[in-house]
């Protein structure tokens, strides 16, 4: 089946635009993740979904940042009045099970956002 | 918390030869698998091979294999015959409880 996929692939916002951004996992799986990868930099964890459930959403740098995922298949990654400091590759990812940290996650593209 | 450290930011390999990335990690947690990732210019993460951390024999996927040493907190990355589509962003990361832990990345790259 289809991989994780992620849309836009490529963002420009200018600084204080809202945005969001689309993760469709594989089909069937429990688990979706987010991350944020700065440039020349390994991805850091955002927020973590269970089905409909956002279980865990530490990584989550300021209350600009919003994530959902409200019928447990498509997330969106919602960022309010943007920053320079949010230009990043934001990465999706899922896992087919309960998130442990035995299930092994499969990414997407990702989607680079470019804030002016 | 969670650490996990590359100590080489990039790396040179003739190609059909071999080299090896590494790796050191720590944590606190009893229950974690470590997990080896290609990124190529396509952003696209790959998984390339996972340890489970409680089992002493390394992993091996065709070329590629580890070296797990519990006790040290390494865990290295050995690709063998390297190949031009070899040449990537290699991450190092620790799962634990619902997340990843990344390193800061090793580039690769292949002459031929």
């Known amino acids: 089946g289809a991989g994780v996929s992620q849309s836009p692939r490529y963002k420009v916002a200018k600084r204080g635009q809202d945005v969001a951004l689309r993760c469709d996992p594989i089909?069937?799986?429990?688990?979706l993740f987010w991350y944020q990868q700065a440039l020349g930099q390994g991805p850091e964890f955002l927020t973590y979904?269970?089905?409909?459930?956002?279980?865990?959403k530490s990584g989550l740098p300021s209350d600009r940042f919003f994530a959902e995922r409200p019928e447990g298949s498509v997330s969106t990654l919602k960022i309010q009045r943007t920053q320079q400091e949010d230009s990043a590759v934001y990465l999706c990812?899922?896992?087919?099970?309960?998130?442990?940290?035995?299930?092994?996650?499969?990414f997407g593209p990702g989607t680079r956002l470019t804030v002016l | 918390a969670q650490t996990v450290t590359q100590s080489q930011p990039e790396m040179s390999v003739q190609e059909a030869e071999t080299v090896t990335l590494s790796c050191t990690y720590d944590?606190?947690?009893?229950?974690?698998?470590l997990f080896w990732y290609k990124q190529p210019p396509s952003r696209q993460m790959i998984l390339v091979i996972r340890?489970?951390?409680?089992?002493?024999q390394n992993a091996t996927e065709n070329r590629f294999s580890v070296n797990f040493q519990k006790a040290a907190k390494s865990f290295s990355l050995k690709i063998s015959d390297s190949q031009l589509g070899d040449a990537a962003m290699y991450f190092c990361?620790?799962?634990?409880?619902?997340?990843?832990?990344f390193g800061g990345g090793t580039r690769l790259m292949v002459k031929p």
């Open positions: 340890q489970e951390a409680y089992k002493q």
């Open positions: 944590t606190s947690e009893s229950d974690y698998y």
């Open positions: 979904f269970q089905n409909e459930a956002q279980l865990d």
């Open positions: 990361a620790l799962g634990a409880g619902n997340m990843l832990t």
């Open positions: 089909s069937g799986h429990v688990s």
């Open positions: 990812a899922s896992s087919l099970a309960t998130g442990r940290s035995t299930d092994t996650q499969y």
